[in-house]
């Protein structure tokens, strides 16, 4: 069972930076990989971006790429994003996401996903 916390939420005027945290329970962090997804006020949950086990592949949306950074510590059991010259549609709940062995062409769907955090809220302000 792999259980998941996100972190770092907050209240943020664009243009200005976030960082988020995801810490994941249990001795087998390092074999997931994990994704960030957002859910914007009656919007669908969309993918952000994801990293593999090793944090030697990235992803990102074409709507955060230049913009956010995904990173992992796997001494620490714990995976960023940090979110740079935010926009006000940025704001979104933030959710991260794992799973062992995840295809790479599976990174950006929500539904290659078993374990979920419970999000932390994110609001950008013109």
């Known amino acids: 069972q792999v259980q998941l916390v996100e972190s770092g939420g907050g209240l943020v005027q664009a243009g200005g930076s976030l960082r988020l945290s995801c810490a994941a329970s249990?001795?087998?962090?390092?074999?997931?990989?994990m994704g960030w997804f957002r859910q914007g006020p009656g919007k669908e949950r969309e993918f952000v971006a994801a990293?593999?086990?090793?944090?030697?592949?990235?992803y990102y949306s074409d709507s955060v790429k230049g913009r956010f950074t995904i990173s992992r510590d796997n001494t620490k059991n714990t995976m960023y994003l940090q979110m740079n010259s935010l926009k006000p549609e940025d704001t979104a709940a933030y959710f991260c996401?794992?799973?062992?062995?995840?295809?790479?062409?599976?990174?950006?769907?929500?539904?290659?996903?078993?374990?979920w955090g419970q999000g932390t809220q994110v609001t950008v302000s013109s």
């Open positions: 996401a794992a799973e062992f062995q995840l295809r790479t062409s599976r990174f950006d769907d929500q539904a290659s996903y078993r374990y």
């Open positions: 249990g001795r087998t962090f390092s074999s997931l990989a």
């Open positions: 990293i593999s086990w090793s944090g030697g592949a990235l």
